[in-house]
């Protein structure tokens, strides 16, 4: 069975400065990779996927995220944050050969500090 | 644009008075979804359709229940809430099938109180 952890449960960074947010993954399969993004009382919204071909995969508001098989992990960087990047962050597997469910990780919570 | 909307936004409702809660969208998409959020946590499946044929989440507790009576509308119903259903349930929808490389698309949420 698949499983999503992030490590950070919360992140404070201050603003213009790099961010990174940590996203390990565990799945006998090949996987879908997704972050998601949450701001206050929203929906989640996709910020960015892996599906497959390059490992580095760009999203929306400047982010990125890279892939690494070896390491089952996917996480999120960008390189100078803004006051309105503070929000929930979500990582979400899902398997190449199922139909079955999106797994989401715990979050993450980005705190932009002026 | 197309989108997912949830109506209402705040609900509050009384110990075990039925609710329902709505969800439309204009995607088009054959999966609907209905998670349960609690604070600083991530979203729980409660279920989701695909087109017509319903699929509950095994830990899913009797008291809720879902209609999606066609393609557009999806609707939650918690026959009698309890404190603990106090919760942000968000709506979702996907093209396909609800794992595999389809992305989902959420709604604003409907943030229910109970008194």
């Known amino acids: 069975a698949q499983s999503v952890t992030q490590l950070d449960s919360q992140v404070p960074v201050f603003e213009e400065a790099p961010v990174e947010l940590r996203c390990n993954y565990s799945?006998?399969?090949?996987?879908?990779l997704f972050w998601y993004v949450q701001y206050p009382n929203q929906g989640l919204q996709l910020l960015l996927k892996?599906?497959?071909?390059?490992?580095l995969v760009k999203g929306i508001n400047g982010f990125e995220a890279e892939f690494n098989k070896s390491q089952t992990s996917f996480h999120l960087r960008k390189p100078s944050v803004h006051i309105s990047d503070t929000a929930e962050y979500f990582c979400?597997?899902?398997?190449?050969?199922?139909?079955?469910?999106?797994?989401f990780g715990p979050g993450t919570s980005l705190s932009v500090i002026p | 644009d197309a989108m997912v909307i949830q109506n209402p936004r705040y609900q509050v409702t009384q110990f075990g008075k039925p609710v329902t809660l709505s969800c439309s969208q204009t995607?088009?998409?054959?999966?609907m979804y209905w998670y349960q959020q609690k604070s600083s946590q991530a979203p729980k499946l409660l279920f989701h359709y695909y087109d017509k044929d319903f699929n509950n989440e095994a830990d899913t507790p009797d008291n809720f229940q879902s209609r999606r009576p066609n393609t557009s509308f999806c609707f939650l119903d918690i026959r009698s809430p309890g404190l603990g259903d106090a919760a942000m349930y968000l709506c979702a929808t996907s093209r396909h099938s609800p794992g595999g490389d389809q992305p989902q698309h959420f709604g604003d949420g409907t943030r229910l109180s109970i008194l």
């Open positions: 799945s006998s399969v090949s996987v879908y």
């Open positions: 892996y599906l497959s071909g390059s490992t």
């Open positions: 979400a597997v899902s398997v190449k050969t199922s139909y079955d469910k999106v797994i």
């Open positions: 995607l088009n998409h054959n999966v």
